[in-house]
């Protein structure tokens, strides 16, 4: 009998003891979702491309009326990356296990604005500024981001690894010009002031590309179902040009008296007023003779071989990548 009581009892505390060890482990919640806010800052910047004709060049040049002349007098390369900027994501997650597990993630990212070009021309011996153009440009896309994640399943504080890639699904780099200019012109007989202004908006659609990205986090339980993330973050994703497309353009040029400043007459261009060439650019590896390129200008009006086709350009490569550093929420369900 007592033989009998004492097993009984050896198995009961066998019982017990594996119940407060399941009780200890933490079952792994399979679904989850994540919310992250993030900020990334340029790695490896490159020069910037063109905008229209103009070099990625920050340039000072002085004017003589007497000769006509422009003459360069400072000259600087613009460098930069479109992989600056903020980004905000919603990501799915699926554990296959206590250690691995499949995440898709969709992001919305915008990059800071980056200075693309300056002319500046001012009179020579003088400040005065009697011409002037400026570009800038920034990113908008939306990007899928397939991975996989792996961490060593820690219950409290648990660190992992992520690594997969970036799919873009949309995205544009949209550039804002604002262009002026002063001169002369005679008209009937008459010395008048003309005075030129242009602002100009452009977008430039990419061709598909595809990029990797691979992050290392930390994700800090708050809850029984919710985690705070932590990450640093790198991305690779170079996109190059395939068309761009005036989407805004306003000229006008002003006619002045000399000697009041009244206007005399105003000219207005509009983006309808633009030819089929001036609106439109497809993107090329190569130009050669059979290239729409421009012919010739007359004020900001720019003439092509065809001014019915799209003009031709050479192709343009950016990265919207960098090392950013991510923070967020994570639902387990």
């Given at each position: 009998?007592?033989k009998?009581?004492?097993?009984?009892?050896?198995?009961?505390?066998?019982?017990?003891?594996?119940?407060?060890?399941?009780?200890?482990?933490?079952?792994?919640?399979?679904?989850?979702?994540k919310?992250?806010?993030?900020?990334?800052?340029?790695?490896?910047?490159?020069?910037?491309?063109?905008?229209?004709?103009?070099?990625?060049?920050?340039?000072?040049l002085?004017y003589?009326p007497?000769?006509?002349?422009?003459?360069?007098?400072?000259?600087?390369?613009?460098?930069?990356?479109?992989?600056?900027?903020?980004?905000?994501?919603?990501?799915?997650?699926?554990?296959?296990?206590?250690?691995?597990?499949?995440?898709?993630?969709?992001?919305?990212?915008?990059?800071k604005?980056?200075?693309?070009?300056?002319?500046?021309?001012?009179?020579?011996?003088?400040?005065q500024?009697?011409?002037?153009?400026?570009?800038?440009?920034?990113?908008?896309?939306?990007?899928?981001?397939?991975?996989?994640?792996?961490?060593?399943?820690?219950?409290?504080?648990?660190?992992?690894?992520?690594?997969?890639?970036?799919?873009?699904?949309?995205?544009?780099l949209?550039?804002?010009?604002?262009?002026?200019?002063?001169?002369?012109a005679?008209?009937?007989?008459?010395?008048?002031?003309?005075?030129?202004?242009?602002?100009?908006?452009?977008?430039?659609?990419?061709?598909?590309?595809?990029?990797?990205?691979?992050?290392?986090?930390?994700?800090?339980?708050?809850?029984?179902?919710?985690?705070?993330?932590?990450?640093?973050?790198?991305?690779?994703?170079?996109?190059?040009?395939?068309?761009?497309?005036?989407?805004?353009?306003?000229?006008?040029?002003?006619?002045?008296?000399?000697?009041?400043?009244a206007v005399?007459?105003?000219?207005?261009?509009?983006?309808?007023?633009?030819?089929?060439?001036?609106?439109?650019?497809?993107?090329?590896?190569?130009?050669?003779?059979?290239?729409?390129?421009?012919?010739?200008?007359?004020g900001?009006?720019?003439?092509?071989?065809?001014?019915?086709?799209p003009a031709?350009?050479?192709?343009?490569?950016?990265?919207?990548?960098?090392?950013?550093?991510?923070v967020?929420?994570?639902?387990?369900?």
């Amino acid at each position: 009998m007592k033989k009998s009581a004492a097993l009984f009892c050896a198995l009961c505390a066998i019982v017990s003891t594996q119940t407060i060890k399941a009780q200890d482990v933490k079952s792994t919640s399979k679904f989850y979702v994540k919310v992250t806010g993030s900020y990334y800052f340029s790695v490896f910047p490159g020069q910037f491309p063109k905008v229209g004709s103009y070099e990625p060049h920050d340039e000072h040049l002085v004017y003589n009326p007497q000769t006509g002349a422009s003459t360069t007098v400072s000259e600087k390369v613009l460098t930069g990356s479109y992989g600056a900027g903020g980004r905000g994501g919603l990501s799915f997650g699926w554990n296959l296990n206590q250690y691995i597990a499949v995440e898709a993630s969709f992001n919305y990212y915008r990059s800071k604005k980056n200075l693309m070009t300056r002319e500046e021309t001012t009179l020579i011996n003088t400040s005065q500024t009697v011409g002037k153009v400026e570009s800038h440009g920034f990113v908008d896309a939306i990007d899928f981001a397939p991975g996989v994640v792996i961490s060593p399943g820690f219950k409290k504080v648990n660190p992992y690894v992520r690594f997969g890639m970036v799919v873009p699904l949309w995205g544009n780099l949209k550039i804002e010009t604002d262009a002026s200019r002063s001169g002369t012109a005679t008209v009937g007989g008459q010395t008048v002031l003309t005075q030129l202004t242009v602002h100009r908006n452009e977008k430039v659609k990419p061709n598909i590309t595809l990029g990797f990205q691979g992050a290392v986090g930390v994700a800090f339980p708050i809850a029984k179902k919710l985690d705070i993330i932590v990450e640093a973050e790198y991305r690779n994703i170079p996109v190059r040009s395939k068309e761009k497309e005036v989407t805004s353009y306003d000229e006008t040029v002003a006619l002045r008296n000399p000697a009041t400043g009244a206007v005399i007459s105003t000219q207005h261009r509009g983006l309808d007023d633009l030819s089929t060439a001036e609106r439109h650019t497809k993107y090329v590896t190569t130009l050669d003779q059979s290239s729409n390129t421009p012919v010739g200008q007359q004020g900001a009006e720019v003439n092509y071989k065809d001014d019915n086709k799209p003009a031709n350009d050479l192709k343009s490569y950016i990265n919207i990548g960098g090392l950013g550093a991510n923070v967020g929420l994570r639902w387990r369900f």
